[in-house]
């Protein structure tokens, strides 16, 4: 089965554990748009999973902030 979830903004995003404290600091330093910019080139060519955004604004944290130029 393949289910897919429609997102107008990643601010509306549920991100869980990690994710969550990552996606919390980007919205602190206004940078959602940024943050979707930069998923859309990353996926460019492809539709990811809630878990793999996740995971990748859990895990890949540093990278993130760098890419958005926030600095903690």
């Known amino acids: 089965m393949y289910i897919k979830k429609h997102y107008n903004n ?3 995003f549920d991100a869980w554990s ?6 919390n600091t980007i ?3 206004d940078k959602i748009d ?3 910019y930069l998923l859309e ?7 990811p999973t809630e878990t ?3 995971d990748f604004l859990w895990f ?3 990278y993130i902030f760098d890419q ?4 903690e």
């Open 52 to 54: 793999e955004i996740n």
């Open 41 to 47: 080139e990353l996926f460019y060519n492809k539709t």
């Open 34 to 36: 940024d943050l979707e």
């Open 60 to 62: 890949d944290d540093g």
């Open 18 to 23: 990690g994710g969550l404290d990552t996606l």
């Open 27 to 29: 919205k602190e330093h």
């Open 10 to 12: 990643l601010a509306n």
């Open 68 to 71: 958005l130029n926030i600095r």
